[in-house]
């Protein structure tokens, strides 16, 4: 009966094939066998020698010991000096490869993020890797139960065959004495061994422990290759010592030199001249071990080489598909930056080749759309100008009559006397819009030129307040001034500043409905924002979006009062655009509205984020009232406007909202 033994782990002393299993020193016979004799550590001859106490041994010791202190104190201090600065060396290298590793991680997930090529590739070859992974342990995982199976049986057969020759011996051998008793053990677990070029198997022949009544027990134990009954796991010795004849076996290791090999330890017990013994029979696995280790350097080896084959393939794959869709990001990216001319290289007749010509076609098509719009476009621009220019001559002709007939009005009856005064204001108007058509036939022309200068905001925010001094007592509405610095020199073109501000600063008069207009200014390191803000009739989100067209009104049958043309807030984008500004309006129906301009203080600079929020919770600024000033131009005030301290801002609407013009 064959019964399996789990294995379990091996003893330190078994491992290193150190002998102590018998119960006491082995010492050779003339025939080479190991035997047993009897422990002499009792007798007075092993017992150690008295120590020489005499004072010169004393001191020699002393010196000794002292020399080794020292010495251990020294060889101490040399390794915690050599800990130390291996550790410092470890920290520095850490810290110098951390911002290259940390440099190669963003990399790969920039590349993983941007290529979706890398992404398919390194996508299919960690699919390939953990698949072989799987398969390979699974093949391996087979490959070592069936050898180990196989040897296991192969081991079994023999061990029966080989313990039954044993016990056969020792039932049929007829000796009495000591020597014989010897020659005989050692003869018959020789030929069990089978000794010759390769040891086929090894042995361990132990007496079972705790019999009372044995006799002639001149072998304790014996062992191949000075092996000891430690490399038997103790589970598999009570299964044999317990099992009578029948046959047990278990998984080991043994030392063979300086290397321990895998084995199977199949046990049983015989009996020698009422003695009963332990007989292990140890088959070695390294063969076997070689054969597994082999094929999976073969598995991983060739699980390797596919993985490449793979990526390769991907690889290949993935750039022949993404390589054109990359061509038409990039030929895309120069059509819309103005190459009108650019197109795809067409290959083949598939679908590639397909996208490829219906792109070509898709991007002729819009060239063609987008030259005759650019030839249109330019014909309307040059119209305008040529109409505009053309019109100036007749245009000062007739105002000249105008204003002749507008000063001698008293002269005519009342329907004369109001004729002219039509005739007056309305060339007036005719004027102003064909001036503005000027202006905006040159930014369309690209000729207009800025003129900037250092110059203090304040100034031509004070100018702007002087001059909408009349309107604003016309409507009934304060302008009021709300900052905290007093001077902020900005590099600008005070011309065209005068007028975006002119522009806000009137159409917040006209929209106001007599409530306080107020202007805030405010800078940072590299901006200035000046809003100007009503509280009349407000806009919606709609109309905030065409706020800025040209000839666009939020209500086109509105009259207007103060003779706009409908392209102040237009010229004023554009004069912004010239200054590399910001130019945003935010409004509310019912609670007014809010344009802001943001300018970079130098030239050519770039603004990140605007002093002034866009939606203002609130007018005033935070800090202490004397650290605000504040220019109010009132309705009953014919004066020229005086700075006077800030009593406090009023509270702004919360949700979003749009812009309007007039």
Known sequence: MVSDIKQVPESPVGKTGEAGGGPGPKTPD???????????????????????????????????????????????????????????????????????LRFVWRSLLRRWRRSLEFRTVLTTLLLAVTSFAIVGAYLSNQIANNLFQERLAQAESESRFNVKQVQDTFDGAQVTDQSSVITLVYDTLTAVEGRGSVIQRR???????????PRNRWVESRASDQLTVRVIPPELRKAVQSGGKQQFWASTQFPVGNEDRPGIAVGNMVTFNGTAYELYLIYDLNTAQQTLDEIQNVLWAGGAALVLMIGAIAWYVTRNVVSPVSHAAVVSEKLAAGQLQERMVVKGEDEVARLGASFNHMAASLQEQITQLATLSQMQQRFVSDVSHELRTPLTTVRMAAEVLFDARDDFDPMNKRSAELLYHQVERFQSLLSDLLEISRFDAGAAVLDAEPQDIFQVISHVMEGAAPVAAEYGSEVRLNARQKSIIVEMDSRRIDRILRNLLLN??????????????????????????????????????????????????????????????????????????????????????????????????????????LEPADIGFPGAASERQMLVLGQDSGETPQPTPSVGGIPAPDDDGTGEKS
């Open 30 to 100: 003339p025939a080479g066998v190991q035997q047993v004799t009897p422990a002499e550590s009792e007798t007075p001859e092993t017992s150690p020698e008295q120590p020489d106490t005499s004072p010169d041994q004393s001191a020699r010791e002393a010196r000794d010991l002292s020399w080794v202190l020292s010495r251990a104190r020294i060889w101490t201090r040399r390794g915690l000096i050599l800990v130390l600065r291996v550790s410092r060396l470890v920290a520095i290298g850490v810290r110098q490869i951390r911002p290259g």
């Open 203 to 213: 042995y361990v022949f132990e007496a079972a422990p705790e019999q009372t009544k």
């Open 508 to 613: 917040a008069l006209e929209h106001g409905e007599g409530k306080p207009v107020h202007i805030s200014v405010a800078a940072n390191h590299e901006a200035v924002a000046v809003s100007v803000r009503d509280h009349g009739i407000g806009m919606t989100q709609a109309e905030a979006a065409r706020v800025f067209d040209r000839f666009w009104r939020a209500d086109p049958a509105r009259a207007r009062t103060t003779g706009g043309s409908g392209l102040g807030l237009s010229i004023a984008a554009e004069d912004t655009k010239l200054h590399n500004g910001w130019l945003q309006a935010w409004g509310r129906k019912g609670s007014g509205s809010n344009f802001r301009l943001t300018l970079p203080l130098r030239q050519g600079g770039t603004i990140v984020k605007s002093p002034l929020q």
